[in-house]
C-alpha cells in the first residue's frame, strides 16, 4: 500500500495513488465526531441537500467580477470552456469542514506536509447553459486563508474516500449536477475561512468566492 507525492507548484501538492484499494483507509474523515464546521454567517446548512437556494430573481450574475462575495449556499454562474466546449456552470460552494492532520496519514506526505491540517470544501457543480458537458473537467473550488491568502490544494490523483474531488461529468448534460469535494491544507495555526472558484486557476478571469466573513 503506497502513495507517491510530488509538488506541481508553490501552492499545489500533487499525490499519485499506486495502490486503489487503500483510499477507504480515511473514510468518514469529513463526519468524524471531532471535525469542525467552518460555517457562513447565517450558519450553513448541516447537508448540501439543504443548502438555501438562491432566491428568485436574485442577482447571480452571468459573469461575476472578481472577488464576488458570496454567502455559502448562494450560487455563483460562471462561464466554463474545455477543449471546444462552451457552456456554464452553477457552482455552489456548501460547506467547508476541518478535518484532522491524521486524514493524511495514509498518504505519505513528508516534511512540512506531514504538520498542516487538511479543510474539505464541499460544493455542487450545475450544468446551467445548453451544452453537454460530458467527459469535461471542471476544476474544484479552491481554499481561501484568514488572511486573505490562498490555501495549499492537495490533488489526488484517484479516489481520496475522505474527500473526493474527481469531478463526476461521465454524462453531463444540461440540467445536471453533481457534488464535489476539494482538500486543501493549511499550516497549524492558520484557518481556512471560505472558498474560490474560476474557468481557470491561472487566468484572470472571474472569480467567484465564498465566505464566512459578514
Not at 470552456?81 to 476541518?98: A, E, P
Amino acid at each position: 500500500m503506497m502513495f507517491r507525492m510530488k509538488i506541481v507548484s508553490g501552492r499545489t501538492l500533487s499525490v499519485t495513488v499506486i495502490t486503489v484499494a487503500v483510499l477507504g483507509l480515511a473514510a468518514g474523515g469529513c463526519a468524524s465526531s471531532g471535525a469542525d464546521v467552518v460555517k457562513a454567517s447565517p450558519p450553513a446548512p448541516s447537508t448540501e441537500d439543504k443548502a438555501t437556494p438562491s432566491p428568485e430573481g436574485s442577482a447571480v450574475s452571468d459573469e461575476p467580477e472578481a472577488a464576488t462575495a458570496l454567502r455559502f449556499g448562494r450560487p455563483a454562474l460562471m462561464d466554463f470552456s474545455y477543449n471546444d466546449k462552451k457552456g456554464k456552470l452553477q457552482i455552489t460552494v456548501t460547506r467547508i469542514v476541518k478535518g484532522r492532520t491524521a486524514d493524511l496519514s495514509g498518504l505519505s506526505l513528508s516534511g512540512k506536509a506531514r504538520k498542516m491540517v487538511p479543510y474539505y470544501i464541499h460544493a455542487t457543480v450545475k450544468n446551467a447553459g445548453t451544452t453537454d458537458l460530458s467527459l469535461t473537467m471542471p476544476p474544484g473550488p479552491r481554499g481561501v486563508l484568514a488572511n486573505g491568502e490562498a490555501a495549499r490544494s492537495l490533488s489526488v490523483i484517484g479516489r481520496f474516500a475522505t474527500c473526493d474531488s474527481y469531478p463526476d461529468t461521465h454524462k453531463f448534460p444540461p440540467g445536471k449536477s453533481y457534488r464535489t469535494c476539494a482538500p486543501v491544507l493549511a499550516d497549524p495555526g492558520d484557518t481556512v475561512i471560505g472558498a474560490e472558484w474560476s474557468s481557470d486557476p491561472y487566468s484572470d478571469g472571474p472569480v467567484a468566492t465564498w465566505t464566512r466573513r459578514p
